[in-house]
């Protein structure tokens, strides 16, 4: 079956460290988003990419990094900038017939 | 800018029905699209309209009205595991597929 792989599920981070959330999907999609949720929010937009070696900052970008050389790959970098990174990051790809997404299962960050 | 209202709680009982309401301003409009979060999971797509009226998938619907910058979800025949949150969201600006989430409804079942 399809779907979008997103690795750990759970993550410690110490300060001033930096760490990296993959995300792998095989549902041919061009275009891949991550997202960050904090308890009892909605979802706010870090990066996207609409195809290979292309990524765009969302609207929360600071303190984070991204890269997309392979379609399949969109792994997200949370940098020692990122002050505040405790939170549930989320990975998607679109179906544009339905603008429907397709998310991960998420991983869980936290700074201990 | 963009931003989408929806309320903070609702609470219904199994088997009734409850409707999900969403405003929304945009500065172009492409379509509204709703997703369901269990507590500690990812969400998942539930509908899209892009043309006014009702659709209905199963239990669930959603209605949009252009003219109004709104939109519902209506569940029916209400279940449990229907205890979730729900998101309405609009695509962002240009054709990038990103998407714009309201803050989210927690909806609790109750016996």
């Known amino acids: 079956d399809g779907g979008i792989t997103q690795s750990p599920k759970y993550l410690f981070r110490k300060e001033g460290q930096n760490v990296t959330l993959s995300c792998e999907q095989n549902?041919?999609?061009?275009?891949m988003y991550w997202y960050r949720q904090d308890p009892g929010q909605g979802l706010r937009l870090i990066y996207y990419?609409?195809?290979?070696?292309?990524?765009q900052k969302g609207d929360i970008a600071e303190g984070y990094s991204v890269s997309r050389e392979k379609k399949e790959s969109f792994p997200l970098t949370v940098t020692s900038a990122q002050k505040n990174p405790t939170a549930f990051y989320l990975c998607?790809?679109?179906?544009?017939?339905?603008?429907?997404?397709?998310f991960g299962s998420g991983t869980r960050l936290t700074v201990v | 800018g963009q931003s989408l209202e929806q309320p903070s709680e609702v609470t219904a009982v199994e088997g009734a029905i409850v409707q999900i309401n969403c405003t929304y301003q945009?500065?172009?409009?492409?379509?509204l699209s709703w997703y369901q979060q269990h507590d500690g999971g990812a969400p998942t797509f539930l509908s899209y309209?892009?043309?006014?009226g009702l659709e209905e998938t199963g239990r669930f619907s959603s209605f949009l009205s252009r003219s109004d910058s709104y939109g519902y979800l209506l569940l029916q025949e209400l279940q449990m595991k229907d205890s979730a949150s729900y998101f309405c969201?609009?695509?962002?600006?240009?054709?990038?597929?990103?998407?714009?989430f309201g803050q989210g409804t927690t909806l609790q079942v109750k016996p």
């Open positions: 309209n892009a043309l006014d």
């Open positions: 945009t500065s172009g409009f492409y379509g």
């Open positions: 998607a790809s679109i179906d544009r017939s339905n603008y429907g997404y397709t």
């Open positions: 990419s609409q195809i290979v070696n292309d990524f």
């Open positions: 549902l041919n999609h061009d275009a």
């Open positions: 969201a609009v695509p962002g600006s240009g054709n990038t597929g990103k998407l714009i």
